[in-house]
């Protein structure tokens, strides 16, 4: 699923897109079906001309599709519990260099705490 987001960028802010959640039930794993949906998705937000998508997730699997560190592309998560390497980009054809900032998610993201990961210990 994409659902909007904004990056707060120096001349304005910016409608971007969040890949959360990415899942396939588990009798259809190793079946492509995923990688199908992703690749999907992100030809027809290319299409409807969105500059950015943004997602937490592994590395080793998004890293396929293009997508890279954020904050090797002068992207600045939007909380302290996502993990460096998990907080990843995606720049479109749309995207331009004065496109940086700090990503921010959509409310229901907050209110619904799915934002990085929690520390049981805290």
């Known amino acids: 699923m994409f659902t ?17 959640p990415l899942a396939v039930m588990p009798e259809h794993h190793k079946r492509g079906i995923d990688s199908a949906l992703v690749r999907h998705g992100l030809k027809i937000l290319a299409e409807r001309a969105v500059p950015l998508v943004f997602l937490e997730g592994d590395p080793g ?30 720049r479109l054809p749309e995207y ?12 229901p993201f907050w209110r619904h705490d799915a934002v990085g990961l929690r520390d049981p210990s805290a």
Do not use: C, H
């Open 4 to 20: 909007r987001g904004l990056l707060d960028a120096p001349r304005r802010l910016l409608k971007v897109q969040v890949l959360s």
């Open 96 to 107: 331009e260099p004065w496109m940086t900032g700090t990503f921010v998610y959509a409310d």
């Open 61 to 90: 699997y998004y890293s396929r599709f293009g997508f890279a560190p954020g904050s090797d592309q002068n992207f600045r998560k939007p909380s302290l519990r996502i993990p460096d390497g998990a907080f990843q980009a995606l």
